[in-house]
């Protein structure tokens, strides 16, 4: 095999906690994790010639090292002594910088691409300790599904499988820098209404009762992202009104995303929320 295509899925939060600052400057988290259809494709194909070659569809994204995709790439190149070179090609449909593990979910399909590719034979614990090396959003890319993720992202417990609800998510035009978001963030003035009670809502989401699970469908992020930009909100009060059973920021923003209860009424919804210019407008499932 010479060649090979994988999906690279978007992920929500569907909720998202910040338990406290580490000494490392890292932050321990816990959250709800959900993957969704929307997705990259990444296209991978081994070369005669030594080194890695990417292109992408868009200029959002960097080419060059920096990419995740290349990182990963080498961290494989370099740890299986792999010979040859490799052409990374992504077809990118997440959007950047967005809350949605674009760039975490390309490196992981590149890590499972070249496991594929060169026939390696690692298992899927392997391949979360490698991605880890990349960022912590790695490993759960690898997995998916519903995961409770802690730590800093990377300790997943499975869920009861919450797949095959019908999703809006709308990207205002605006860029979040999620350092920036962390740093604003005073757990001092966090209260107990502003944190999701994580047992509760897997309760609600095992029940698939979204609109118990939107009581806590809550992401502690909001209280940093909101104030500064009003638009999240504004997503957020239209997402409602267009019919949401639950909508909440994925991530550190400025993502938004609804949970409806069937997909006339995500189509409906769709439509609406398309009509406005202040951002992309996205329809998936979750997966
Ligand atoms: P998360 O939800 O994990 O915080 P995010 O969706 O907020 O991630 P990404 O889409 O991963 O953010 O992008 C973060 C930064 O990474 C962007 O500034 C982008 O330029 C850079 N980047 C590097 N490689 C990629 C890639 N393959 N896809 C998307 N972004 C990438």
């Not at 950047?96 to 979910?105: D, E, K, N, P, Y």
């Not at 391949?127 to 409770?148: F, H, M, N, S, W």
């Not at 009861?160 to 709308?170: A, C, E, Q, R, T």
């Amino acid at each position: 095999m010479s060649y090979i295509e994988i999906p690279a899925y978007a992920k929500i939060n569907l909720s998202l906690d910040v338990i406290r600052r580490r000494e490392d400057g890292y932050h321990e988290l816990r959250m709800i994790m959900q993957t969704v259809s929307l997705h990259d494709t990444v296209c991978l194909e081994s070369a005669g010639e030594a080194g890695i070659r990417l292109e992408c569809d868009t200029d959002a994204v960097p080419c060059d090292r920096t990419n995740t995709a290349w990182r990963a790439a080498e961290l494989m190149f370099g740890q299986y002594n792999l010979a040859g070179g490799l052409r990374i090609r992504i077809i990118k449909r997440i959007p950047a910088a967005a809350g949605l593990a674009g760039g975490s979910t390309d490196a992981a399909a590149v890590l499972k691409g070249i496991n594929e590719l060169y026939a390696l034979g690692l298992d899927t614990g392997e391949l979360k300790r490698l991605g880890l090396q990349i960022g912590a959003d790695v490993p759960y890319c690898i997995e998916g599904g519903t995961r409770l993720a802690e730590g800093i992202g990377e300790i997943l417990t499975p869920l009861p499988d919450l797949s095959g609800i019908d999703v809006v998510i709308v990207k205002p035009h605006i860029k979040v820098s999620t350092p920036w978001v962390y740093s604003q963030l005073d757990l001092s003035q966090v209260t107990e209404h502003d944190r999701p009670d994580t047992e509760k809502l897997t309760e609600a989401l095992a029940n698939r009762d979204l609109k118990a699970a939107s009581l806590n469908m809550k992401n502690v992020l909001e209280l940093v992202t909101m104030r500064r930009y009003e638009i999240i909100s504004y997503a957020k009060s239209r997402m409602a009104q267009a019919g949401a059973e639950a909508c909440l920021m994925s991530g550190s923003g400025p993502s938004v995303f609804g949970l409806f209860a069937g997909p006339e009424k995500a189509q409906e919804a769709y439509a609406k929320l398309s009509a406005h210019r202040e951002w992309e407008c996205f329809i998936a499932r979750t997966v």
